[in-house]
């Protein structure tokens, strides 16, 4: 998904911009009398890494720690040029060897607690903040780092103090602002986080990060339009495969390529576009992974499908899926949402009918994908579905694949189907035609509730208290799956008891539904 999923940038504070601080033909001059110089290593990689030559600055960084292994300055400047390139796990190793040789460095532990929220170690990323405010009290960016991670786990009150200090500390820091303003929009206090955000943008037009966390809070409100505009701020964050001859939504004589980018949830939400767009390019080429060709294969408009990592035609203009809707200027009105646009395929629905019991059947999924940052946020456990498969007349069918509780399944009372699914390596062949035969899906914010959707099977959508973009704040209903979705929202961080047990209600009253109507959704 569009990362968020989930999903601001946390600002960073940064009070001396290190390009000011160093000579860099000092550092030569230093370098030449003796290449083993610690310090002037060190600074040597400042001002490259200050100029954007990361990994020269990595080379200069490592250098410095041959010599000297428990230098703890060369180590954060090291954790954060790894995480400045996305080389995580080496990021989180060089921060934690900071903050292990400079316990009282306020700066090692602030950044080891961004480090440490970026992968939703919520309460550990707090607990280095707290020790870095506690050698320093008056840093501004531990304030706004505790503050986050304290609203992730539901501490609003702490939170909102905390973040209103950085504020107070640092009144020219635009981060702080942008920070804020994130907790503001999700307690439903838009005036203020607007304010924030505009405040942030005036005070570091140039900050992309503070830009982006600003789409991303108009899209959440449902202003699509308006945060799409800022698309622009998206590119700067997460580099598009593609640079040259972008599209302005303008027709194209000649060759338009689209690409899917992010997950394949967003692959599936946003192909949706492709039929429109055909009518605005002589010829479309569209670029997927080969695992989704077989599912899509059946979406129209695109004159040839491209897998990724083959090569590129010759075209005039190209657009990744996600950006369509900022391309094209669109607004709720506009956006294609006839369902269905997926399709499965008749033979294996055929076969799949055939192993389905009767009754009403429910397909379920609770695990998002682990290798995405915020797919543990999203998930919950097997076990949390314990009070809808208690409810009589209803089977529950697992469509969750390599789930680290599957195993639970049986004890349930849950059909397994997952090791079945998609056994060939087309991904949601298997899954689709399953749930055409299914009555409803139930499933947490992953790629199987866009699939579900664009099939137009019915579909509730499980959603945790920090939710994505794209499912707004407090809707029941999306507009991108009209009709066929609802959204059962956690009251606060953590409280999948509560979502289940709302679904359970809703089951039971659907179930008595059908029973005195007879009607069935297969």
Not at 66 to 91: N, T
Not at 161 to 190: F, K, M, T
């Amino acid at each position: 998904m569009l990362p968020s999923r989930a999903a601001e940038i946390d600002l960073v504070w940064s009070p001396v911009p290190p390009a000011e601080i160093v000579n860099e033909s000092v550092l030569r001059e230093g370098l030449a009398a003796d290449a083993h110089d610690v310090e002037a290593n060190y600074w040597m990689a400042r001002w490259l890494l200050a100029g954007g030559h990361v990994r020269a600055g990595i080379g200069f960084l490592q250098r410095s720690l041959r010599v000297a292994p428990q230098h703890a300055p060369s180590y954060l400047r090291l954790g954060l040029a790894y995480r400045s390139i996305g080389e995580r796990d080496a990021a989180t190793y060089a921060l934690e060897s900071a903050a292990r040789w400079a316990p009282e460095s306020p700066s090692a532990h602030y950044h080891l607690g961004l480090d440490r929220h970026s992968v939703q170690r919520w309460s550990e990323a707090a607990t280095c903040q707290q020790r870095a405010l506690a050698l320093d009290p008056r840093h501004p960016g531990a304030h706004s780092g505790l503050g986050l991670s304290l609203a992730r786990i539901g501490e609003f009150e702490r939170a909102m103090e905390h973040l209103d200090r950085a504020v107070e500390l640092a009144p020219e820091w635009g981060g702080a602002y942008s920070n804020r303003a994130i907790l503001q929009g999700r307690l439903d206090r838009w005036a203020q986080a607007e304010a924030g955000h505009l405040r942030a943008i005036e005070l570091q037009p140039t900050a992309a990060a503070i830009r982006f966390n600003y789409m991303l809070a108009l899209l959440q409100q449902g202003e699509l339009a308006r945060g799409m505009a800022l698309y622009e701020s998206h590119h700067a964050v997460y580099p598009p495969m593609l640079t040259e001859r972008r599209w302005d939504g303008q027709p194209v004589r000649g060759t338009l390529l689209l690409y899917a980018m992010h997950g394949l949830g967003d692959m599936l939400q946003f192909i949706r576009y492709v039929p429109m767009v055909a009518g605005l390019a002589d010829r479309v080429v569209l670029v997927l992974p080969a695992r989704l060709m077989p599912l899509l294969a059946s979406v129209p408009g695109a004159d040839e499908r491209i897998v990724f990592g083959d090569p590129l035609p010759v075209f005039d203009a190209q657009a990744s899926l996600l950006e369509l809707p900022a391309v094209l200027g669109h607004d709720w009105p506009d956006v294609p949402a006839m369902l269905p646009y997926l399709h499965a395929n008749p033979a294996r629905v055929s076969r799949w009918r055939r192993r389905l019991g009767p009754g009403f059947n429910v397909g379920i999924a609770w695990q998002g994908n682990r290798m995405q940052l915020d797919g543990y946020h999203r998930s919950c456990r097997l076990s949390d579905f314990a009070p809808l498969a208690r409810i009589p007349g209803v089977t529950l069918y697992s469509l969750q694949k390599d789930a680290d509780d599957a195993s639970e399944a049986a004890d349930l009372g849950i059909v397994d189907l997952g090791a079945d699914l998609d056994a060939d390596g087309a991904a949601f062949v298997d899954t689709a035609a399953v749930m055409q035969c299914l009555d409803l899906v139930v499933t947490i914010d992953t790629s199987l509730c866009h699939l579900a959707g664009g099939l137009g099977r019915p579909v509730w959508t499980l959603l945790p208290y920090w939710s994505d973009w794209r499912w707004m704040l407090d809707r029941s209903d999306s507009p991108w799956y009209p009709a066929v979705m609802r959204l059962f929202r956690q009251p606060r961080p953590g409280a999948w008891a509560d979502v289940m047990q709302a679904v359970a209600d809703a089951l039971q009253e659907l179930v008595c539904l059908q029973a005195r109507t007879g009607r069935t959704a297969r």
